[in-house]
């Protein structure tokens, strides 16, 4: 059975769109591992349009799970990374007019630049992942950098079209996740996942951890944190139980 990852960088938009001090990511993470969240998961994005310097600071003191960052393959993030030490730190793409995360990071034509964020990260004893789409040459490219781990993009089969679509996108995540595990490389995978679309995806073998946020942030506005993570955890569940 899969991991569950919960991404807290939602509430801090909340917060940030008054840029008062409520709510408080910190009090997320708490409230998701009182509901069994095995990592939390946080964007220390460039522009620090929702999580901020300090919310790292205090999570990396106060988490007692594993403690994910994405964050670029920019100078500025991966000297924080290093001063930081979370236990994960995930490489992802990253576009000042983006909403969110638009697609994986492209490792393979970015594979010097890549490759070195990969090496300075463990240099400072930091697992490091990329964020990929479930794409052969990215695969190899990814085992090529030295990176321990991989996240497969799920955004394309969340946002499919019910039916065919949707069930190529799942097709492709369930080959990628078989050759990434053939490469000797850990399988997460994560973006768009919600409570009517997970439980296909937590099925695929081979897969280390979900990476879940935006819905469960949404879920978690009328039942909690606490009780949106249990939900969350007995989807992922779901195709193991029994």
């Not at 697609?103 to 990260?121: F, I």
């Not at 019910?162 to 080959?175: D, I, M, N, P, S």
């Not at 439980?199 to 606490?226: C, D, W, Y």
Request: charged residues 25%; hydrophobic residues 45%; glycine residues 8%.
């Amino acid at each position: 059975m899969p991991r569950l990852g919960v991404n807290i960088d939602h509430v801090a938009t909340i917060r940030q769109a008054r840029r008062t001090f409520e709510p408080d990511p910190v009090w997320a993470a708490a409230g998701a591992e009182l509901g069994g969240a095995d990592q939390i998961t946080v964007h220390l994005r460039e522009d620090r349009r929702h999580i901020q310097d300090r919310d790292l600071e205090i999570l990396r003191r106060t988490v007692t799970v594993r403690m994910n960052l994405e964050c670029a393959c920019v100078d500025e993030m991966l000297q924080i990374a290093c001063q930081t030490r979370p236990d994960q730190v995930c490489l992802v793409p990253e576009r000042r007019e983006e909403v969110t995360t638009e697609g994986g990071l492209d490792v393979a034509g970015n594979l010097s630049l890549v490759t070195d964020s990969v090496q300075r990260l463990m240099d400072a004893g930091i697992e490091v992942s990329l964020f990929i789409d479930a794409d052969a040459k990215q695969l190899v490219a990814a085992k090529q950098t030295g990176a321990a781990a991989i996240e497969l993009h799920t955004g394309t089969y969340a946002h499919a079209e019910r039916g065919a679509a949707t069930a190529r996108a799942l097709e492709q995540l369930v080959v990628a996740a078989r050759q990434g595990s053939d490469l000797g490389l850990l399988v997460d995978a994560g973006h768009g996942l919600t409570y009517s679309n997970v439980i296909p995806v937590a099925a695929i073998h081979g897969l280390r951890e979900l990476n879940i946020g935006h819905s469960i942030v949404s879920r978690s506005i009328f039942i909690g944190m606490t009780e949106a993570v249990r939900e969350m955890k007995r989807l992922v569940a779901g195709p193991f139980s029994g």
